[in-house]
């Protein structure tokens, strides 16, 4: 059975260049201290490294379609597509993106190979996330295949929980709330068997409030094939939960691999989380997750930090010191879609 490659990344602070002429002079003073220091070398080689992961994933082949966030500006999705081209030349990758109102300026984006989708500009949408400061809001993009099927997908990259974890959660339920209303809304407009994923970076784990009762996501599937009112989602991260970490990698003996998607404090989370509605889930579904093949990337070895914890090694930037050999602070995520 033919398949797609579907992966998420928060690729933390993909920045242009500190003098950058893409920047507007609001966002060059939001981000003048941070952003001290950022060179075109440094950019690039963030990308390369960048390039280096996704080039990896699937056997090698590269993602059918990547998912990121914490980018800046179309220019370095379009370098981050053009470096992975080197290594993948046989790829026709295209980017899905559009600036957003966060205050630091970072958006959600969809990197696609275009003779597996198109992604038409009117049906990319921006669903605001209403709150007092400017965030990030929902990016849904209407995937079309080429056996025409229509195939929503929405980025996400939910408020932060700078300030205490309760003290924000407010901000990450009304994401939530967006996110199951516009669910809905795909099925109204493009027909009840519109088959929905959400990908992205929650903030929340897969049992906090945010993502159960109000993004309406759930670890039982049967809940999902047997909604009768508002249609649920069936997050595919709860077996990430609690994974040992001192566990052997295929083919391998004794390898540390992490139990979460980021660490903070040494504790390990699984803030990135892919999800699905009942249209992904039948049996002969155009589009048909496989919910076995859900897993941290790990590949290649040196994004994981031989410290005490097994957490990502991160490029740095932006204020932190700048590790040349560094990824990220996130660990992307990847599954498998299966093609009837």
Known sequence: MASLYISWWNVENLFDEENSPRRSEKLARVLAGDIQGWTPELRDRKISQLASVIAKMNDGKGPDLLGV????????????????TVLLPNRSYDVAHADTSDQRGIDVAFIFDSTLFTAPAEEQFQHVVMRRTGTRELFQVNFHTAEGLTWAVFGNHWPSRRGGHLESEGYRAVAGETLSF???????????KTPVLAMGDFNDEPFDVSLTRHALSTRQREKVMNATEAPLLWNLMWPVEGVDEHRAEAGGTGTRLPSGTLYFDGFANVFDQFLVNKNMLKAGAALRADPDSVHIVTQPPEMISTGKYPAPVLFGGMGKPVNMNGFSDHYPIGMRVHLA
Do not use: P, T
Not at 69 to 84: K, S, T
Not at 182 to 192: D, I
């Open 182 to 192: 516009f669910h809905e809304r795909v099925l109204e407009v493009h027909g009840a």
């Open 69 to 84: 966030c914490e980018i800046e500006n179309e220019f370095v999705m379009r370098g981050l597509i053009d470096a992975i």
